[in-house]
C-alpha cells in the first residue's frame, strides 16, 4: 500500500551543525506532490516545503529538499541548525488518479531538538 | 486572519459524554479533514469531505461520525466519548483538486479530554 516512512522519531542536533531527516516513500498514485509540515510546540502544523518535480531542489527558511523519484525520497536538510528549528517535522505526500491531490499520507512525524 | 478555525479549543467530558468538534473554512476549499495527533502515532485521518453533504471515512473512523453541512462547516460528532478518544483533533481544508497539489492548511486543534 501507498505509505511514507520516517525512521527516526527524534533527531538531536547542536546549534550551527547540519541536520537532515529522512523521509522516503511507496505509492501508486499517479499525480503526487510531497511536502514537509512543520509543527512548533502549541501550534498547528503548516508547509515548510513543497515539490513535484523530480530532482529539482526547493528552499524554505534554510531548509532544502529535493524529490528523487528514483530513489523514493524527499529528505530535509539545513547546513547550520538553529535552537529555532526545535520542532515536529512531518513529511507527507499528496496523491491521486486523474490530476486531483485528495489523498494525504503523513509520516508518523521526526522530533528535532537542536541544543545549544 | 486565520482561514480555519476550530471550536472550542478546549474541552472537558465524561466517559459515554456526547461532544461536537466545529471546524469552518473560509478558503472556499472542496476538501475538510479531521485529524487526530497522539504521541507516537502522528497525525491520523478521521474522517474528510469533498463537499456539503458528502462524508469519506478515513483510517481511524471508529467512534467518530462527521457532517459537512455546508462548504465551509465541518463538524466532527463523538456520542459515545470514551478516555482513547483524548487526544488532540485538528481540522483542515485542502486546495485539493485537478491540478492543485493538495496541500493542507491546518486550524489551531482541538484539545479533548475524556475523564
Known amino acids: 500500500g501507498d505509505s511514507v516512512t520516517q525512521t527516526e522519531g527524534l533527531v538531536t542536533v547542536t546549534e550551527g551543525l547540519p541536520v537532515k531527516l529522512n523521509c522516503t516513500y511507496q505509492?501508486?498514485?499517479?499525480?503526487?506532490?510531497f511536502f514537509w509540515y512543520v509543527q512548533y510546540l502549541n501550534e498547528a502544523p503548516q508547509v515548510l516545503l513543497r515539490s513535484s518535480t523530480d530532482n529539482k531542489r526547493t528552499e524554505h527558511q534554510g531548509f532544502h529538499a529535493t524529490l528523487h523519484k528514483s530513489s523514493s525520497s524527499f529528505h530535509l536538510q539545513k547546513s547550520s541548525a538553529q535552537l529555532s528549528d526545535s520542532a515536529l517535522y512531518y513529511c507527507a505526500l499528496s496523491g491521486g488518479y486523474g490530476g486531483s491531490g485528495n489523498k494525504l499520507i503523513f509520516g508518523t512525524g521526526t522530533l528535532l531538538s537542536v541544543k545549544p | 486572519e486565520a482561514a480555519v478555525t476550530q471550536s472550542p479549543r478546549n474541552k472537558v467530558t465524561v466517559t459515554g459524554g456526547n461532544v461536537t468538534l466545529s471546524c469552518r473554512q473560509t478558503n472556499s476549499h472542496n476538501y475538510m479533514y479531521w485529524y487526530r495527533q497522539d504521541t507516537g502515532h502522528g497525525l491520523r485521518l478521521i474522517h474528510y469531505s469533498y463537499g456539503a453533504g458528502n462524508l469519506q471515512i478515513g483510517d481511524v473512523p471508529d467512534g467518530y461520525k462527521a457532517t459537512r453541512t455546508t462548504q465551509e462547516d465541518f463538524f466532527l460528532l463523538l456520542e459515545l466519548a470514551s478516555p482513547s478518544q483524548t487526544s488532540l483533533y485538528f481540522c483542515?481544508?485542502?486546495?485539493?483538486?485537478?491540478?492543485?497539489?493538495?496541500?493542507?492548511?491546518f486550524g489551531e486543534g482541538s484539545k479533548l479530554t475524556v475523564l
Open positions: 505509492t501508486t498514485y499517479l499525480t503526487i506532490a
Open positions: 483542515a481544508s485542502s486546495d485539493a483538486g485537478r491540478g492543485r497539489t493538495g496541500q493542507l492548511y
